[in-house]
């Protein structure tokens, strides 16, 4: 067993014995998502790939968030809010909005990059470098702008 997914398992337990059920219940989820994984992969995952599976979940929680306040249901978005929350423990700090600009900024500068063709370049190194703490969404985002402005 890996050291995040003991982590987990270990987390999952303390919460069954103080009576946490949100936090149970998140890693029961949380560790089902890794068990389909490996089922689906037939092979044993390792901390990246547990990562990657968090990652979705983590995704997962934010879509279900904005459809839920989309709907006006937000008691179910106060829910999953909660569960995002508890799945982001695990994941490594996020790049944040300013670092990506700087380094997007970087990479256009070096480069001498410019309109909307070079946008496929920068994202392509830009989530070499920032993968697994960059949302891709938010690091496009940043790119269009920069470029097309």
Known sequence: MTKLKKR???????????????????????????KQEEVDQ??????QQILAVLQKEAKRRQEAIADFVRAGRSAD?????????????????QATEREITARATAIINEQALHGPRAIGTVMKQLMGEFAGTADGSMVNQ??????TA
Not at 42 to 47: A, E, S
Not at 81 to 93: D, K, N, Q, V
């Open 8 to 34: 987990i398992t270990n987390d999952m337990q303390a919460a069954m014995r103080s009576g946490d059920h949100l936090r149970r219940d998140t890693m029961r989820l949380v560790l089902a998502a890794v």
């Open 42 to 47: 037939q092979i044993t995952l390792d901390d």
């Open 77 to 93: 978005a106060d829910g999953e809010r909660a569960e995002s929350l508890i799945i982001r423990e695990y994941l490594p700090a």
């Open 142 to 147: 940043i790119v269009r702008k920069l470029l």
